[in-house]
């Protein structure tokens, strides 16, 4: 079957590191994706990852392992701003997506 | 400004009334989708077009229906909406420069069923 597991959530000090965990397990993988959502708004691209590995953009950095069926988004130096949920999603075909529940992320002064 | 563009972004209707919600693109991405998204939920894919390929998924109910008249524009039908179907629906967009086909999404309508 099709599973995305993300832990529901978290909570993290401004100006600190956090780590968001994704596990998949997925009949196809073509690529996982990270996605912000802000309460009562639409979703929003953070992150992109098809090759094992470690992706950096900015603040933001998400390391993919696809032989242990893993992700995780790493999010540094943390704002106020950053209190959002953040989504995993698979791409299983060519451009359908598997989505996680998501993580909300808490920021405290 | 490219974007996606959802009207209206907050819809109250009653029980039972058919509402239609309204999407529309100025990205010129061929492939369009519809979800469902509840609170503290994944989104929920209803459909998505491929062009004109029009794809249902298997567990999205009949009452729900979709159009898409041309590339920029796409409809959602909600035929006899039930208290069960008030969320947060999302059009999103996607195209395939690099490959990725990441997701574009509309600022989403809040429907309401009273």
């Known amino acids: 079957g099709q599973n995305i597991d993300q832990p529901t959530e978290m909570t993290a000090t401004e100006g600190a590191i956090v780590q968001i965990n994704c596990t998949y397990q997925?009949?196809?993988?073509?690529?996982l994706f990270w996605y912000q959502q802000h309460a009562g708004e639409a979703p929003t691209f953070l992150s992109y990852n098809v090759l094992d590995g470690l992706e950096e953009k900015g603040r933001f950095s998400s390391f993919l392992s696809r032989s242990k069926g893993y992700s995780y988004l790493l999010l540094k130096e943390l704002q106020m701003k950053d209190s959002a949920s953040y989504l995993c999603a698979v791409k299983e075909g060519n451009y359908q997506l598997i989505w996680g529940a998501g993580t909300k992320l808490i920021i405290k002064p | 400004d490219a974007m996606v563009i959802q009207n209206p972004r907050y819809q109250v209707t009653q029980f039972g009334k058919p509402v239609t919600l309204s999407c529309s693109q100025t990205l010129n991405h061929n492939v369009m989708y519809w979800y469902q998204q509840k609170s503290s939920q994944a989104p929920k894919l209803l459909f998505h077009?491929?062009?004109?390929?029009?794809?249902n998924e298997a567990d999205t109910p009949d009452n729900f229906q979709s159009r898409r008249p041309n590339t920029s524009f796409c409809f959602l039908d909600i035929r006899s909406p039930g208290l069960g179907d008030a969320a947060m629906y999302l059009c999103?967009?996607?195209?395939?420069?690099?490959?990725?086909?990441?997701?574009?999404f509309g600022p989403g309508t809040r429907l309401t069923v009273t």
């Open positions: 999103a967009t996607s195209s395939r420069p690099d490959g990725s086909y990441e997701q574009y």
């Open positions: 077009y491929y062009d004109k390929d029009f794809n």
């Open positions: 997925t009949s196809g993988f073509n690529g």
